[in-house]
């Protein structure tokens, strides 16, 4: 059977994708997001979960050709110029209804697109923009535990060949970032990324109860970065056992894990580089959506 037919279990992944100038960065992350590129199965499909498209409902873009979205303020030219040019899938908003049922899922035609928490990873995985790209959003009105059953709901896609990839950062807190701590991670940060490593790793379904961990104000002060974690962690769920491996790990500025997931893939990490991009002049960093 080749790939991307049915019956071919596809992985998934989690990225923390951090600055968006890592589009444009060669390091350890996205030396290590392109690993995963050209280690899985060329899939049918993309299906992104990006903590950058989080509003009060429940949708799939289904628009043939997705618009790159540039939905930050503050960076450097060449950011904006960055397009990438997949193609979307509109039937798969169909696919995604069927499959969730009955949680109601809207058909975006037009509002939306590939914003810079999809596009800034795929560059890397997956250069050429051939694959089709389609993103579901992020309900802001629903708790922690509807996405971590969403994420379990759409674990028969994977037998379809679609790739499941979700993007955000565990800890992300903009606030409390220091640009001088590049490559470094407070102690509250490590300790709740450490923590949220252990339930990834051995019972992904308890990564919906860390809103009780002792540092998770700190390190989720709004939820939609963490959110995207948790449908890595409901399609783990929903496997017998766990298949989840770290991809790479680290933190940027302080307040900022970079961890990534892989889920039925073992992939080894990317060519040792330097780790995070130096800020750019303009606006602080919760200002300029990162």
Same mark, same amino acid.
């Given at each position: 059977?080749?790939?991307?037919?049915?019956?071919?279990?596809?992985?998934?992944?989690?990225?923390?994708?951090?600055?968006?100038?890592?589009?444009?960065?060669?390091?350890?992350?996205?030396?290590?997001?392109?690993?995963?590129?050209?280690?899985?199965?060329?899939?049918?499909?993309?299906?992104?979960?990006?903590?950058?498209?989080?509003?009060?409902?429940?949708?799939?873009?289904?628009?043939?050709?997705?618009?790159?979205?540039?939905?930050?303020?503050?960076?450097?030219?060449?950011?904006?110029?960055?397009?990438?040019?997949?193609?979307?899938?509109p039937e798969l908003a169909a696919?995604?209804?069927?499959?969730?049922?009955?949680?109601?899922?809207?058909?975006?035609?037009?509002?939306?697109?590939?914003?810079?928490?999809?596009?800034?990873v795929l560059v890397h995985a997956?250069?050429?923009?051939?694959?089709?790209?389609?993103?579901?959003?992020?309900?802001?009105?629903?708790? $922690?535990?509807?996405?971590?059953?969403? #994420? %379990?709901?759409? @674990? !028969?896609?994977?037998?379809?060949? *679609?790739?499941?990839? =979700?993007?955000?950062?565990?800890?992300?807190?903009?606030?409390?970032?220091?640009?001088?701590?590049?490559?470094?991670?407070?102690?509250?940060?490590?300790?709740?990324?450490?923590?949220?490593?252990?339930?990834?790793?051995?019972?992904?379904?308890?990564?919906?109860t860390l809103d009780a961990h002792?540092?998770?104000?700190?390190?989720?002060?709004?939820?939609?970065?963490?959110?995207?974690? $948790?449908?890595?962690?409901?399609?783990? #769920? %929903?496997?017998? @056992? !766990?298949?989840?491996?770290?991809? *790479?790990?680290?933190? =940027?500025?302080?307040?900022?894990?970079?961890?990534?997931?892989?889920?039925?893939?073992?992939?080894?990490?990317?060519?040792?580089?330097?780790?995070?991009?130096?800020?750019?002049?303009?606006?602080?960093?919760?200002?300029?959506?990162?």
């Amino acid at each position: 059977m080749t790939a991307g037919t049915d019956g071919v279990l596809m992985p998934a992944g989690f990225f923390g994708h951090g600055n968006p100038m890592n589009a444009l960065e060669v390091n350890r992350y996205t030396s290590s997001w392109r690993a995963f590129g050209a280690a899985v199965p060329r899939p049918r499909v993309i299906l992104v979960i990006s903590a950058h498209w989080y509003i009060n409902a429940t949708a799939v873009t289904a628009m043939p050709r997705p618009r790159t979205i540039h939905d930050f303020y503050g960076f450097p030219r060449a950011l904006f110029e960055v397009q990438y040019p997949a193609p979307g899938l509109p039937e798969l908003a169909a696919e995604i209804s069927d499959v969730v049922h009955p949680t109601w899922v809207g058909a975006d035609l037009d509002s939306w697109g590939i914003d810079h928490g999809t596009w800034s990873v795929l560059v890397h995985a997956f250069p050429d923009a051939s694959i089709p790209v389609v993103q579901l959003s992020i309900n802001a009105s629903k708790p $922690l535990d509807y996405h971590l059953q969403l #994420g %379990a709901k759409l @674990a !028969p896609l994977r037998e379809r060949g *679609v790739l499941i990839v =979700a993007s955000g950062n565990v800890v992300h807190n903009l606030r409390g970032m220091d640009w001088t701590r590049a490559d470094e991670g407070y102690d509250w940060a490590r300790r709740f990324d450490e923590d949220a490593k252990t339930r990834m790793l051995t019972d992904p379904t308890e990564l919906a109860t860390l809103d009780a961990h002792r540092d998770f104000a700190n390190a989720v002060p709004t939820p939609d970065h963490f959110i995207p974690a $948790l449908y890595l962690a409901g399609l783990a #769920g %929903a496997m017998n @056992a !766990p298949d989840t491996d770290v991809l *790479v790990g680290g933190y =940027a500025y302080g307040s900022l894990s970079m961890t990534a997931y892989t889920l039925g893939l073992v992939c080894p990490e990317g060519a040792s580089h330097a780790g995070s991009p130096r800020p750019p002049d303009g606006p602080p960093p919760d200002g300029s959506n990162i």
